[in-house]
């Protein structure tokens, strides 16, 4: 069906594409949150009228305004790079993905925009609680522009609410609510928003901090700190229930993905979960000798119970999915990659007898196609008839591992920062503590990096999947020279730094101009 | 309701939201234009940072536009979003490329520390007012004069040139739409500046570009029309699906669809009142005539592009891989749904609407620039 594909062009395509995600991603959890965290502000000044807090709200929105820039300019590449580097996918699901990302740029971006310029500019030019509506405006644009690419995202991880029509070669929309609704999608969306707004409140509390250790601007950075701490407290909170839900749905839809995140090679009822854990070898030698970790310490049966409500649940490992399992029902992937290849040939042959107008046999085969039976036991594995080498099926287990947990140990590292700092900020205590304050200060770049892992377990983690058993990264690249990835490559991590370099600057100069005085005075 | 529409009726009203968006792009591209005449226009540090600060807070709804013009391709043409991007690569990287540069400029130039100077900034500005339009508007062009490819079976892009969509700008009618996009969105920019720009400087050197911009456009876009009127055209059978060649294809079009006639006869007459009106008469209106006209003109231009059995994106390669709006659509379900969807557009374009004037609503002068809000 597809032709074989060079893997330093796939290679490369993925590396230039999670090259813009993981840029991107540095930008968007600011603005997910801040933009809720500047709305809060400025309803407390326009309920109270106090100066301070507008003061306040212009601060942070002046430190949003740089940060926002720069995730619009790789937003922009993400969406068109589904085109440009990823051709074969684009017509693949472009009847399913399209819609949500033409949903978010009519619903979602366009409030953004437009309201984005009258909460900047319209201070003196529209009513106070215009300006407020719109700073709210900004924020619920912000998330939703979110809601539509997860949704794309969580479908690619889940595929639901469609069905592979053959004479286009395509999948296609049946509903537009189980795409929408799917359990995975409203999960991924809560666990992303709420960890764009963790980070948002640890980056307010940061720079508060510094500012408290520096004394300047001792009042804003009290009043930060409590508004941040609240939103953080609650934040957080959802974030560890809906990171819960995701790994429950991870469970069920891509064990391999579990498999790799707890680093589980033989699957057993009643499985631990690993607190602490460490591999030997490389992840080469690891998928080749799928060997357990060489060091753990674990939770008994909190895996099992976790991921499937009973404390004696079995959990497949990676040796038990790739060589298969009969007692538990799991088919080794030699069968899969079988079946897949049956389904690929037979959908040639349905091509081949639609082009020699043999109707008899191309109305045969595609009732054999389209046959309910069939899809189920066999089109399902479509994605399987294009892997040459089973092991390909296994993704980097120890950056997964090692990544899911140092996610997992930060989330719950910024609740204790949220609720220390909301207990003594409360208290009246928080300058005193200046070692806390350091914390807090380290905690922003460690927020990033808790982000940013979040998306290597969920992408890497799912390799080499682009669409779960459907279709693998190497039939969906576009057909484009690798030197000319290459180069894209290198030019957007050039300007992509450059861009960094100067935002950081940027930010860290306007951190020590601090907030304005009305006129722009540097208070 | 649209649930009793036929599936023809969907591919064809989607591709009259395609025409709205692509036409409400090319007229928010006055951004664009005017970032082109920075230092044309603005002769002193301070007569930049006005002209960028009017340009500045309207740039994200272009970009949106872009966007989402971009989105509503792949969701309701996705073959022609996986055959145009992912064949021809590099015209679209470096159009994208333009616009990173774009997105950051406002924010970053007047900002201090800002690691590469206001200059490169403003540079970049330039880059993205001369890369976007002629670009985009050379790559439109290939809907008229088609692009090297074919499709397999499985409807997979085989891209003919290493060149990778470069070689557009080899066709000199490509290039006529691409710099009559460029000349008139310098054209709007100068009327935008007009009505939103309070310097008496800034607004004698405008009525001087004004008539320069606006001879060049007409001259490339009366040459890239009258080409356009008398080449073939690339029809498709409704019956066979088969693709062949038509005389005087897009004059047909025009002929044989009196009402996009009447919309793109009423839109260039817009266009050249709006110009007019400026001037001869007292400056600061002409936008809104000029920029009617645009979208009137371009929604019309796209019309016959893709309607009345017309390839929208013709295969010079392989005339059979050429795309239409029946054999490259969303199936009738998403089309559907989407159809929902774009029930919302008169809302969202009425809040762009109340939004702009809010904003709008008093020019931007020297005191405002000096008084210390938030600025670009």
């Not at chain 1, 631990?272 to 310490?297: H, M, R, V, W």
């Not at chain 1, 069968?335 to 049956?342: L, N, P, S």
């Not at chain 1, 892992?453 to 969906?476: H, K, N, Y």
């Not at chain 2, 008229?144 to 891209?159: I, P, T």
Request: net charge positive; hydrophobic share 50%.
């Amino acid at each position: 069906m597809f032709e074989s594909i060079d893997f330093s062009l796939v290679d490369w395509s993925r590396a230039q594409f999670a090259l813009t995600a993981m840029y991107h991603w540095l930008f968007v959890p600011l603005t997910l949150g801040t933009t809720f965290i500047i709305a809060i502000m400025e309803t407390i000044y326009v309920k109270t009228g106090k100066p301070e807090w507008k003061k306040m709200t212009k601060f942070w929105m002046t430190l949003f305004g740089i940060n926002f820039a720069i995730g619009v300019a790789t937003g922009i590449i993400l969406e068109f790079e589904f085109g440009t580097n990823w051709s074969n996918y684009s017509w693949f699901v472009g009847d399913i993905f399209g819609a949500p990302l033409a949903i978010e740029g009519i619903m979602a971006f366009f409030l953004e925009s437009t309201f984005i310029a009258v909460m900047f500019f319209g201070w003196n030019k529209v009513s106070p609680k215009f300006h407020l509506l719109s700073s709210w405006l900004v924020a619920i644009g912000a998330n939703l522009s979110a809601l539509w690419i997860l949704v794309a995202n969580a479908w690619m991880q889940s595929p639901v609410g469609t069905t592979f029509n053959p004479e286009t070669a395509r999948n296609e929309m049946t509903s537009f609510w189980e795409v929408l609704f799917s359990p995975v999608a409203i999960n991924k969306f809560l666990h992303t928003i709420t960890s764009g707004f963790v980070l948002s409140a640890l980056f307010v509390i940061g720079i508060s901090a510094w500012f408290l250790l520096r004394r300047r601007h001792v009042v804003l950075a009290r009043k930060s700190i409590l508004v941040a701490a609240i939103f953080g407290v609650v934040s957080s909170l959802a974030l560890i229930g809906t990171g819960d839900g995701s790994a429950k749905q991870v469970a069920k839809l891509q064990p391999m993905k579990l498999a790799a995140m707890e680093g589980l090679y033989n699957g057993s009822e009643g499985v631990g979960l690993i607190a602490i854990g460490a591999f030997k070898s490389t992840s080469a030698e690891q998928n080749e000798k799928l060997k357990d970790l060489a060091f753990k310490i674990e939770i008994p049966k909190f895996l099992s119970f976790l991921a499937y409500g009973k404390w004696n649940a079995f959990v497949p490992g990676v040796n038990d999915l790739i060589n298969g399992n009969p007692e538990r029902g799991i088919l080794p992937v030699a069968e899969k990659m079988k079946r897949g290849k049956q389904a690929i040939e037979k959908l040639s042959a349905y091509k081949d007898a639609r082009n020699a107008n043999d109707e008899n046999l191309s109305a045969s085969l595609l009732s054999e196609l389209t046959d309910p039976a069939y899809q189920e036991n066999y089109f399902r594995y479509l994605g399987y008839g294009h892997i040459q080498d089973s092991n390909f099926l296994i993704p980097n287990i120890p950056l997964v591992f090692y990544s899911f947990h140092l996610m997992v140990a930060l989330g719950f590292l910024f609740v204790l920062i949220f609720i220390l700092s909301l207990w003594w900020v409360i208290k009246g205590k928080l300058e005193t503590k200046r070692w806390f304050l350091y914390t807090a200060l380290f905690m922003i770049p460690l927020a990033y990096l808790a982000s940013e892992l979040g998306w290597v377990v969920a992408e890497l983690g799912r390799q080499p999947w682009v669409i779960q058993d459907l279709m693998p990264t190497t039939t969906a690249v576009s057909r484009i020279s690798t030197t000319s990835v290459q180069i894209t490559f290198g030019l957007f991590a050039v300007i992509f730094t450059t861009l960094l370099l100067a935002e950081v600057k940027i930010m860290l100069k306007q951190i020590k101009i601090g907030p304005k005085d009305e006129g722009g005075k540097q208070s | 309701m649209i649930t009793a529409i036929s599936y023809a009726f969907l591919q064809e009203y989607w591709w009259a939201i395609i025409s709205l968006l692509g036409s409400l792009l090319v007229f928010l591209m006055f951004v664009q234009g005017g970032q082109s005449l920075l230092y044309t226009i603005g002769k002193t540090e301070m007569q930049r940072t006005m002209l960028v600060n009017t340009l500045g807070r309207k740039w994200e709804f272009t970009f949106t536009t872009l966007v989402t013009f971009g989105g509503a391709f792949f969701a309701s043409f996705p073959l022609f979003y996986a055959t145009s991007f992912g064949g021809a690569y590099w015209v679209w990287i470096l159009i994208l490329f333009s616009f990173i540069l774009q997105a950051v400029s406002y924010e970053f130039r007047s900002k201090p520390a800002n690691l590469l100077g206001s200059r490169v900034y403003e540079i970049f500005l330039i880059i993205n007012g001369l890369m976007g339009t002629i670009l985009i508007g050379t790559a439109v062009g290939t809907f008229f004069n088609g692009a090297q490819f074919s499709l397999n079976e499985f409807n997979q892009v085989h891209w003919q040139t290493d060149t990778r969509g470069l070689e557009a700008v080899l066709n000199i009618h490509n290039v006529s739409l691409g710099l009559s996009v460029f000349f008139l969105t310098r054209v709007l920019a100068l009327l935008y500046f007009n009505n939103s720009v309070d310097e008496a400087e800034i607004a004698e050197r405008t009525k001087k570009h004004l008539w320069i911009n606006a001879v060049l456009f007409l001259v490339f876009f009366l040459f890239f029309l009258v080409v356009l009127l008398v080449k073939e055209g690339f029809a498709v059978q409704s019956e066979t699906g088969i693709v062949a060649l038509e005389k005087y294809k897009y004059l047909h079009n025009l002929l044989e669809m009196p009402l996009v006639l009447v919309l793109f006869l009423s839109g260039v007459v817009l266009v050249l009142y709006g110009m007019a009106r400026d001037l001869f008469r007292k400056p600061g209106k002409g936008i809104w005539f000029a920029g009617t006209g645009t979208v009137l003109t371009v929604f019309s231009l796209f019309l016959i592009a893709g309607y009345n059995h017309t390839c929208f994106y013709p295969s010079v390669f392989d005339l059979q891989s050429s795309l239409h709006i029946r054999n490259s659509s969303s199936s009738e379900f998403t089309l559907t749904v989407m159809s929902w969807v774009s029930l919302l557009v008169p809302f969202v374009i009425a809040y762009i609407w109340y939004a702009w004037r809010s904003i709008n609503n008093k020019k931007i002068d020297r005191k405002e620039m000096e008084a210390g809000g938030h600025k670009y």
